[in-house]
Structures are given as C-alpha cells and as structure tokens.
C-alpha cells in the first residue's frame, strides 16, 4: 500500500516523546494563515511510499530513537485522509515495538461508518495523538483556516471516550488566537476531556512565509509578531487552569 508522502525528519525532536521519526504526508483541508507547511495542502500530489520502504529506512534510525524514548510521528498535512496506509504502517510499528504517534488537526474527522470503522481500527495501533486546536470560536476559526470547527471538536470528544492519550496544541497568533475570552472558553473546553497528558503552547512564527511567497499565495500574517513570553505563559495558564490532570502519567 502507498502513501501520498511530502517529506520525512529522521530525527525530530518537537513531534511527541524522545527523538522521532516525522512523517509528513501530503494533503490538507484546512488553509490555516498561519500554516509553515502551505505546501503540503495539495491532495493526492507528493511522492509514493510503501510501508516496506519507510519501515526500511526507520529501522536504520531505530537505536537512537528507542534509546530515547521516542518512536514514530505521522504529521503533514492530515494524515488522517490515508487511513488505511497509516493502519498499515502502525501495524508494522507495533511488531517492532515502536512508540507511534499522530499529529492531526482533526479536520477530515466523521461520523461516516467508514471512516470510524477505519479510524478505530488505527487507533488500535496508535500510542498518542498530538492533537492541534487552532481555535475555540467557530467564526474566529472559519476566518482562520477555511473551515469551521464542529467535527474538530467532536473529533477531541470521540478520542476522550476511549481514552486515547492525547497532547493538545495551540498555536499562539497575536491578535488571532490570544484572545482571552477564547483561551480561556477553550480552557473550559479542554477541562471537559479525560484524556489529556500535555497541553503545549506553540509561539507563532514567520519561518513559513517564503513557502507561501514561493507558491506564489500572498502570506496574511505579514504583519504579525512572535508573541512576547509573558503572552506565552498566560496562555498556558488560561489553558491548563481546568486540566484533568488524573490523565497525565
């Protein structure tokens, strides 16, 4: 089975526990402003893998990432829209004990009988989900990425029910996300999952805006600034102020 991959990190740091393997596949629904991976959005573009040669060239890498703690991350793009090839993949993990971890916005998710069928079967071999909420306000998120958030959330809710470990992202955007009424509404939200074991703060930066310019799209961002650290920290505080922390190891 192939997958549709855009590129791989063969030693990532920032992707989940220990030193990873990243995956980043190709295709995305979402058109985040602030996205650093704009090209990865095309779907069915990018080059094909099989598991075989992926599993190939992660287990020249392996002594190091066990050694570490760490395992195999699948970013993208949604990885959630190659399923079945992400099933196989992990299937393969788990006969090698791999640490396996998925980075998704939940953007594709459904209630479709197939797509949960797929999806459940996947989270049979998934240790962690990295889980990005780009935001809590359903307008503010249609303006931000395209796409409104019902199915985002119900996606985190779906994951809270069977108890699949998750850390949740949110990118801090000055003037975009730091709103805070919204951090703190989403810290609410936030508190309602039984399934939390990290809640991380990712500072925006402008290291994506020549990919844009390169792709020929006009960046909206330009004009915003990394947050300050003292924005940083009430973020998290405002975040982390109803976290069930019993799901945290």
Known sequence: MNGNIHSIETLG??????IRYVIFTQGCLLRCQFCHNADTWEIGTGKQMTVSEIMDDLMSYLPFIQASGGGITVSG?????QIPFLSELFKECKKKGIHTTIDSS???????????EQLDELLHYTDLVLLDLKHINRKKHIKLTGMANDHILEFAKYLSDRKVPIWVRHVLVPTVTDDPDDLKTLGEFIGTLENVEKIEILPYHKLGVYKWEALGHEYPLKHVEPPTEDKVEYANQMLTAHWNKTAKH
């Open 13 to 18: 740091t920032v992707d989940g526990p220990g």
């Open 106 to 116: 939940g953007g594709c998710f459904s209630h479709s009988r197939l797509f949960i």
């Open 77 to 81: 793009g949604e990885p959630l829209l």
